[in-house]
């Protein structure tokens, strides 16, 4: 087996368990974070990943590729200020719809279907904005993904959980699109750097509404350590992913360098193998439906929404 696709299916394995690990921290009854709150503190989590900066000077021995750097970011003007802000209020309410629609539905329904949302509107607003050009496959791939959504959607959803996922899909969807012309505008570096302090600066900026502020406050306090050590050991996981998926790109011949993402959706096929294997045993933590009804149209919706995913980035 190739190192690449050995850690392309490592990294979607570890995905698989971060999405299980966020629905059992908005949802159980032993953990006191709920939705906000651990968005609000996901938010100010993702302030860490400018650590990388600080090696900026490392060179990298591939071409075209390096380690961000403070010497590479520019200043903010009022478009790349309006375009950071913008990623960043995307990124916030995506993961509060996301992590919302995990309190009340199982992780292997709406992750495959927030996927679905995002890859369809990415494509639809890059389409539309940067005039990029459609797969060969487009179409066919859209179909599985649109059938499999409304599978699960209208069998699996009520109507609160199915608008929190539609909106967390558009939502990550506007995300890299206006992630997208950030980069274009200014440079990766300072596109990456500044999108990230703007997440911070629309979290922090909710502790000004009352509501909000006393709901983090109020949960944070009530938090044990366990409960911190779950989300940052969380967000570690969901950071080592990322970096393997960026090894793997790195690693894969150019001519299959589309490979990587299109098997994105092994992810969701872990999370249904999880589902049907483990669901009856924990169901009570984790909140996995495993009666028959559930198993058939786990089996019959993420299958589709795998290949349309698979058919779409290939």
């Known amino acids: 087996m190739s190192l690449w696709l050995l850690l392309v299916i490592i990294a979607q394995f570890i995905l698989a368990a971060v999405a299980l690990i966020d629905k059992y921290i908005v949802s159980s009854k032993t953990v006191v974070l709920r939705p906000f709150t651990y968005t609000f503190w996901i938010s100010i989590l993702s302030s860490g990943s400018v650590l990388v900066f600080l090696f900026g000077w490392v060179p990298l021995p591939v071409d075209g590729i390096h380690i961000p750097s403070f010497a590479n970011i520019q200043g903010l003007t009022i478009t790349t200020f309006a375009l950071a802000l913008t990623a960043g209020y995307t990124f916030f309410t995506a993961l509060l719809s996301m992590f919302t629609a995990l309190k009340h539905a199982d992780a292997s329904d709406v992750v495959p279907v927030v996927g679905a949302m995002n890859a369809l509107f990415t494509f639809v607003l890059g389409y539309y904005f940067f005039e990029a050009t459609l797969p060969r496959n487009f179409f066919i791939g859209m179909l599985l993904l649109v059938i499999g959504t409304v599978l699960t959607s209208s069998l699996r959803f009520n109507r609160q959980t ?153």
């Open 162 to 314: 199915m608008l929190s996922v539609f909106h967390a899909g558009i939502m990550f969807g506007l995300h890299y699109v206006v992630l997208k012309q950030l980069f274009l505008e200014t440079n990766f570096d300072t596109g990456f750097f500044w999108s990230r302090m703007a997440i911070v600066f629309i979290a922090l900026s909710m502790l000004l509404i009352p509501y909000y502020y006393n709901k983090v406050m109020v949960r944070t306090r009530r938090a044990k350590k366990r409960d911190g050590a779950l989300l940052i050991g969380n967000k570690i996981l969901g950071g080592l992913a990322s970096i393997m998926m960026l090894m793997a790109v790195n690693l894969v011949d150019k001519s299959l360098i589309s490979l990587p993402q299109a098997l994105g959706g092994l992810q969701y096929l872990f999370l249904l193998s999880f589902s049907v294997c483990c669901g009856r045993y924990i169901a009570k933590d984790w909140g996995e439906n495993v009666s028959t009804r559930d198993i058939i149209q786990k089996a019959v919706s993420i299958p589709l929404i795998v290949l349309g995913f698979f058919l779409l980035f290939l």
